[in-house]
């Protein structure tokens, strides 16, 4: 998958020329918030974990951290985040690009309270130097196999 596969994706929507693409990496929340020129915390990073045996997504503020405690009441196991490997072959985008569009069938996508707070967030595009600006309602539409809204993170409270 690939920067071309989140821009294919985003044509039945009439959106494939909102996916920004950048002349520096913004394969991390700090570095596409530059990329982009907004806080980090707008920055919608994509977190991936394996519960059940199965992939999962979940999408959260770039100044949010998974608070265990409120994973394992929802998801009744601990947090464990998949490998580099894991995330490339059962996500289908290579870490700093990944994203909840254009992704592997049965990629269960949960998205955080943490990105409420914003009219708008950045979730990367499908490689490390995307991203495209969505309103929270957008993210919801157009992730790809979404489950819910959840409170699954810490620290961006404070």
């Not at 907004?38 to 394996?50: E, M, N």
């Not at 998949?82 to 072959?89: A, G, I, Y």
Request: hydrophobic share 45%; glycine share 8%; charged share 20%.
């Amino acid at each position: 998958m690939s920067i071309a596969a989140v821009r294919e994706y985003f044509a039945q929507f009439g959106m494939a020329d909102q996916v920004l693409e950048f002349e520096t990496s913004s394969a991390t929340v700090e570095l596409a918030a530059q990329a982009v020129g907004v806080i980090p915390a707008r920055i919608a990073k994509s977190l991936s974990f394996k519960v059940d045996g199965k992939a999962i997504l979940i999408i959260a503020a770039g100044d949010a951290k998974v608070d265990n405690a409120k994973f394992k009441a929802h998801f009744h196991t601990k947090a464990k985040m998949l490998t580099p490997d894991e995330v490339t072959d059962l996500i289908g985008h290579a870490i700093g690009g990944v994203c909840p569009f254009a992704i592997k069938e049965g990629v269960e996508v949960y998205l955080d309270e943490s990105m409420r707070r914003f009219d708008t967030v950045f979730p990367a595009a499908g490689s490390g130097n995307s991203a495209i600006q969505l309103t929270c309602d957008q993210l919801e539409q157009y992730a790809q196999n979404f489950v819910a809204w959840g409170d699954f993170c810490k620290g961006w409270q404070e």
